[in-house]
């Protein structure tokens, strides 16, 4: 009776975590989903495509497509997802930088497996040309994933804005 008490909990825990495979304070926007692969009775693989903006840097924007896996381990949540993740980042209006960051900072991240795999888009900044880069790239605990994608914004004036140096808040 008394193992029962102590399983249950653990149980509701790992049906919470299984139910809900991201967990982030600022979910990306979902942009749109294509079926790539048809699956009878079950959700089609898909390519998702989605919008997050950079929460310390106002004015940029990155959308990102991901695979995603139909079938019954993608209908239950516990497909390992594949590491083929595109990324494309624009300036969307006037760049403000809210706080100093470092060079490789995380500014997004996504669970992309039950427990091992996480997507992650860092930020740094190019000082000499005036570029924040952007990186996307996922994690894997055991082997790791050398897939990754990179994009840039050119840092520009919006409107009579004078455009801001990203050097000036790099913490170093």
Request: charged share 25%; with cysteine; net charge neutral.
């Amino acid at each position: 009776m008394r193992l029962r008490h102590c399983l249950l909990p653990a149980l509701v825990l790992a049906a919470a975590f299984v139910a809900a495979p991201v967990l982030a304070a600022d979910e990306p926007d979902l942009i749109f989903k294509k079926s790539t692969v048809w699956k009878f009775l079950t959700p089609d693989h898909k390519l998702a495509t989605y919008a997050v903006d950079d929460p310390l840097v106002e004015g940029v924007a990155c959308h990102f497509t991901v695979p995603e896996k139909g079938g019954i381990s993608g209908w239950v949540g516990v497909a390992e997802e594949v590491s083929d993740i595109s990324l494309a980042c624009r300036q969307v209006g006037p760049v403000v930088f809210k706080e100093k960051f470092e060079q490789g900072d995380e500014m997004f991240r996504q669970r992309r497996s039950f427990l091992f795999k996480k997507m992650r888009i860092v930020r740094g900044c190019d000082i000499k040309r005036n570029v924040l880069v952007y990186l996307v790239y996922s994690d894997k605990i055991i082997e790791g994933s050398p897939k990754n994608s990179t994009s840039t914004v050119p840092i520009m004036p919006w409107g009579t804005s004078e455009a801001p140096r990203c050097a000036d808040w790099l913490d170093e």
